[in-house]
C-alpha cells in the first residue's frame, strides 16, 4: 500500500517527521523574536541544520540507504562548514 517500502509502513514515522518539523518552524518564528544579537544567525543556523537533516534521512531516505552514501553525505556538509567557518573567520575579524 501507501508508503510501505521493505515491509514496513512509514506513515507513523513520516508523520512524526512531520510534527517535529512543524515544532521546529515555530521555534524559529519564536527565535527570531529574542533579541540576542550576533547569536540569533546561530539559533537559526541550528534549527534549520536539524530540519535539513530530518528531511534528508527520512525524505532522502539516507537513513535506510547504503552507509557509503551517508558518509558522503555527511562529509559534503563538514567541509560547507569548514568552508563557511574560514570565510567567516575572515569577515568578522578583520
Do not use: P
Not at 28 to 53: D, P
Request: proline share 0%; net charge positive.
Amino acid at each position: 500500500g501507501e508508503g510501505m517500502q521493505n515491509g514496513v509502513d512509514h506513515r507513523h514515522e513520516y508523520f512524526n517527521v512531520w510534527m517535529s518539523l512543524l515544532g521546529l518552524t515555530v521555534a524559529t518564528v519564536a527565535a527570531s523574536y529574542l533579541q540576542l544579537g550576533i547569536l540569533n544567525i546561530f539559533i537559526a543556523m541550528a534549527i534549520a541544520s536539524v530540519k535539513a537533516v530530518f528531511v534528508c534521512l527520512y525524505f532522502m531516505h539516507l537513513k535506510y540507504d547504503k552507509r557509503v552514501n551517508q558518509v558522503v553525505f555527511i562529509s559534503a556538509f563538514l567541509f560547507l562548514f569548514i568552508f563557511a567557518g574560514l570565510t567567516l573567520s575572515d569577515v568578522l575579524f578583520r
